[in-house]
DNA sequence: AACATAAATCTGCCATGGTAGATACAGGTA
DNA sequence: TACCTGTATCTACCATGGCAGATTTATGTT
């Protein structure tokens, strides 16, 4: 995937660090985080914190008001669906380039995120449940070998959507409906049956939107920004 | 678009500005751009650079090698091909979603561009034009509604694309075969017409690609990093 | 002359300081 | 009590310094 990485900057590792934080519910959604209370945390200086907020920001996960401060981001309800939407539309893209141009690719990646989730779900480790399902659409993406669809996926859509995905794995446990969905989009990869594992993505998105929607309703919105 | 923008920071000032240097030539591709001199350049200092340069680097038109330094893209023949996929992927989609939620808009957004384009061409101008163009594409993805797919097209797809426009924007004397294929698509568009729509899409950016690849034919290869 | 090696320089990366702007709070007035 | 205002504090933003890694150049050996 990455060519070069090993010498890894603390930049991407604190970017990494707090996306994570994000993404398993350490940093509640809609709180302002502060740069000093970040680095003083991290035992690091000011200016790697920064810099990973800003990429933060391009992926969605925070929102920077200049001169106030940053915040978590809490995403409403169109700005899920429009992510819904975006999605449905890249991976079945990719999933017709991926199966024509390196199935092997796919399937590979496929076969290894489902044993991930099987394992997280028998630790009953929802955050790592998560991970693993980004990681299974991230191969359909990545298989395409198109880079432009898989930076855009991997940076805007997938840390946004593993936010969502944690969101209510905690309180919904029906991860076998997700699996099954899975399980039957690999099997359509591995009959090279196209048309059924777009209907399928397409069914699984709109799956997840509904959860969303339901696990809204009786929850509390927190403030989004301190002003409108 | 932005609902709030006059106190624009000088990191988004100076990544204006060197996006604006890259797409107009002034900084040659696959050049070696230091955080100093542009600094010194615009007499400020290296942390808005540098930020700005990460952003950039988000964009795709330059590429930060870690303790090595940062590179103006050079956009090879994959990138340019895998662009137009996304592109076409993505305007595929928002002509749907336009034309099923805000058809009146959709089409006065393209009605408007093609008038640019018209008096562009009577104008002779070839940068009214591509700016036109761009409006016109731009119109079919916002009239979509869904901010995320816009954002995405705006601030990854389009940039690049710029970039690659500019590349030959001085040889294509063909306007007229674009201009009739954008109003191929008004009519499609106007008649309700998706199938159609989609198809006049996928043929007008392949033509674009095509461009691209005759006038890199007859172009010498700057060098892309100092590693491969 | 060709190559290997080592010193010097260049450059990005992280740490820290100063400043301006925004928020919060306290005190005073209607 | 409610509202306005002035002050204090907080925080992001930009400037600058020190350091480490990488590239280039110079030098000595074969």
Redesign the interface.
């Known amino acids: 995937m990455k060519p070069i990485s090993p010498?890894q900057?603390l930049m991407e590792l604190t970017a990494d660090r707090i996306r994570e934080a994000i993404i398993v519910g350490e940093l509640q959604l809609g709180s302002k985080v502060s740069e000093q209370r970040l680095a003083d945390a991290l035992s690091i200086s000011r200016?790697p914190v920064?810099?990973a907020l800003?990429?933060l920001q391009?992926e969605g996960l925070v929102r920077i008001f200049?001169?106030r401060g940053t915040f978590v981001f809490t995403p409403d309800e169109?700005?899920v669906l429009?992510?819904c939407?975006?999605r449905v539309?890249?991976e079945s893209?990719c999933l017709q380039?991926a199966l024509d141009r390196a199935p092997d690719t796919l399937l590979g990646g496929m076969r290894q995120a489902m044993e991930d989730m099987h394992k997280a779900i028998r630790a009953k480790d929802a955050a790592a449940y998560a991970l693993a399902d980004m990681r299974f659409h991230r191969a359909i993406v990545t298989s395409s070998?198109?880079?432009?669809?898989a930076?855009?996926y991997g940076?805007?859509?997938g840390p946004l959507m593993a936010l969502r995905t944690h969101l209510f794995t905690e309180m919904h446990a029906d991860n076998q409906i997700s699996m099954d969905q899975h399980a039957a989009l690999l099997a359509a990869c591995e009959a090279g049956d196209i048309q059924q594992g777009q209907a399928i993505i397409e069914r699984h998105v709109r799956m997840l939107a509904d959860h969303y929607r339901r696990s809204r309703e009786s929850a509390v919105q927190p403030p989004q920004s301190p002003v409108t």
Chains 1, 2 share one sequence.
């Open positions: 010498p900057s200016s920064r810099e800003a990429l391009i200049p001169k169109k700005t429009d992510l939407d975006h539309c890249l893209a380039m070998g198109n880079l432009s669809m930076r855009v940076s805007t859509i």
